[in-house]
């Protein structure tokens, strides 16, 4: 059963960790890994693909956020070759993920992706409260988006400016920490990510809330005694609603400003 969404109480929050891809950007990961696959097998590895579960219409939305997003690379990139029965897949999995990466940036170079005008209200409403942000994605390729989103921009166009905004500030900049894409030891459902991230924010766990769209990273975040906030963007709310977050919605619009300065995920009510 899903905690309640009045979540636990507490002082209040002062760590608030985001992911990255499909929280604050629509990026073309999914995409990326999805036409990989499909140049492989219909290139390089056709004479296995009779073989396998995989067809172009099978690498669902669903498929990836059940299996693939969230996790380092090569983990996904197994998890996929494994879900569609591609032979041999410990040996194919290095060019399937490096190909993936490849594409990726291209897609990246290109403006291939925007950025949730949610999660940049939602980001800004959160530094203005006093709440301490960092970014923490296992993609190496975070960076590339932040660094590309002008916030100062958006606060400018949408009427939210705010005194910790400067002239020419990125979504990157606004951010206290940035662990993404590191070497960790353990990727997502472990917790070694974000607990990272809490200790570089100087803040205990338990005062940090985790806005994540992937199982693996609501599993994370519960693992290392965090609230989790599941944002289900991908028609996915009972998939992210059964890794027991403390709080899920369809947008982080939802998301009441004041009980975060009471320690509590909670929708708003209107």
């Given amino acids: 059963m899903m905690a309640s969404e009045e979540g636990a109480t507490r002082a209040g929050f002062s760590g608030a960790i985001f992911d990255v891809d499909g929280v604050l950007v629509d990026s073309p990961h999914e995409r990326a890994w999805r036409e990989t696959l499909q ?3 219909e ?10 579960a995989w067809s172009p219409e099978a690498f669902t939305p669903q498929v990836y956020q059940g299996l693939v ?6 983990s996904g990139a197994l998890a996929a070759l494994e879900h569609f029965e591609v032979p041999d897949a410990q040996a194919r999995v290095e060019a399937y993920a490096e190909r993936k990466q490849e594409m990726v940036v291209e897609l990246i170079e290109a ?7 949610d999660a ?3 980001i800004l409403a959160v530094k203005a409260s006093g709440i301490e942000a960092a970014a923490a994605s296992s993609s190496r390729n975070a960076g590339l988006f932040l660094e590309q989103i002008r916030l100062d921009e958006f606060a400018s166009d949408n009427g939210l400016e705010h005194d910790f905004l400067r002239p020419g500030q990125t979504l990157l900049d606004v951010f206290d920490v940035d662990v993404s894409g590191r070497d960790f030891a353990h990727g997502k459902p472990h917790p070694e990510m974000f607990l990272t991230a809490a200790r ?6 338990q005062e940090c809330f985790v806005i994540e769209d992937a199982v693996s ?5 519960k ?10 963007r991908a028609d996915d709310y009972d998939l992210l609603a059964a890794a027991h977050p403390d709080l899920v919605v369809e947008t982080l619009d939802h998301v009441d400003l004041e009980a975060l300065r009471e320690g509590r995920l909670a929708k708003r009510s209107w």
């Fill in 39 to 41: 140049e492989l097998m």
């Fill in 43 to 52: 290139g390089p590895w056709s004479d296995v693909r009779d073989q396998t």
């Fill in 69 to 74: 997003s969230g996790k380092p690379r090569m």
């Fill in 111 to 117: 403006g291939e992706f925007t950025a949730y005008p």
């Fill in 120 to 122: 940049l209200r939602f």
């Fill in 200 to 205: 570089e924010l100087g803040r205990p766990p």
């Fill in 217 to 221: 990273g609501v599993q994370a975040a």
């Fill in 223 to 232: 693992a290392g005694e965090m609230s989790a906030l599941g944002l289900a």
